[in-house]
């Protein structure tokens, strides 16, 4: 799996976009970008993953850089529910477990 | 909806007890994991099933195994419960080995006294 690095905390206030960065600069051309977060108390929860597209789904959008070093999570309207861990990982297609590092612990402020 | 099941949030159990973890998913899922998670260690997998009566070791299997008799249903077994086995249990499944979204239960608390 690819290194990432994330901020550990980020916040946002509630009903705005929440932009959550992740680098990943050892990526290799056969690896998604996949995050995943964590609400305290609860499973680890898949959102989107991504190869070199923009992905968007009904939870959340991937926007990811044409050289694929980085990515951004776009939370578009954060809600207090969104309050959680958010984890970047890389990792090819035939890998079987995850490996989560710290993540970016995301705070939505009423 | 995807969903995984387990069958207990929260147990107890004695050390040297018999102790069985039940993960059951409703999607057809081929792929099923166990994980533990322990503060500071991140997710760690303890094994993986990619079928019917077929299991593989991940990173930290001693004092663990698995059954896995029909496709939705992925036991975890500690022979014989220790307290350093005290963690947050995890199943997950994902459609395939190619699609690598996994989908994971809500966690067993185990406490070993």
């Known amino acids: 799996d690819a290194k990432t690095t994330q901020p550990p905390s980020m916040d946002c206030a509630e009903g705005r976009a929440a932009n959550l960065p992740c680098n990943h600069s050892t990526i290799s051309g056969n690896e998604y970008v996949y995050w995943y977060r964590q609400i305290h108390s609860q499973g680890p929860q898949y959102i989107i993953h991504?190869?070199?597209n923009n992905e968007t789904n009904e939870m959340a959008s991937l926007i990811i850089t044409e050289d694929r070093k980085s990515s951004t999570l776009i939370l578009p309207h954060a809600t207090l529910r969104d309050t959680a861990v958010y984890y970047c990982i890389g990792r090819g297609s035939s890998a079987s477990k995850i490996i989560f590092g710290s993540g970016t612990r995301l705070s939505i402020r009423p | 909806d995807v969903k995984v099941t387990q069958s207990s949030r929260y147990l107890v159990k004695r050390t040297g007890e018999k102790v069985f973890l039940e993960c059951v998913q409703d999607?057809?899922?081929?792929?099923m994991f166990w994980y533990r998670q322990d503060p500071g260690l991140g997710l760690r997998l303890i094994y993986f099933?990619?079928?019917?009566?077929?299991?593989e070791k991940g990173d930290i299997p001693e004092g663990y195994s698995v059954s896995r008799e029909k496709k939705e249903r992925f036991s975890l077994i500690l022979e014989s419960a220790s307290t350093n086995q005290t963690s947050m249990y995890l199943c997950a499944s994902s459609p395939h080995m190619e699609a690598n979204e996994q989908y994971f239960g809500p966690g067993t608390r185990l406490t070993v006294t």
């Open positions: 991504g190869l070199k």
């Open positions: 099933s990619y079928d019917v009566k077929m299991k």
């Open positions: 999607m057809d899922h081929e792929n």
